[in-house]
């Protein structure tokens, strides 16, 4: 459906929707992705974050993506984590004071 509407009519309407007032860009919008993602962004931003999701496509592809990515990098970093002796585990847990 999405297909059928002209090109310079959804351009359009790209930056009219960006015009308001809590919109942001795609650049700010990738800007935002880690914090989002690891929850650091106050409930405001992640508002309109999400409100940017919601109108652009390219913005859902991307954050899709770098999740992955991100998952990929997460499960190499366990895998990592499993090869770090016991006793040097404990021994940062203390310094740590945890
Ligand atoms: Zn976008």
Redesign the pocket.
Known sequence: MANTTPKSLRRRMHSVMFKAPMMI??EE?ESFILEYIEGDLSPRQKMIFEM?LR??A??RA?LKEYERARALTEAQRNIESTEVPDDLIAAILAARGA
């Open positions: 860009t795609c919008f940017h109108v652009c390219e913005c991307y």
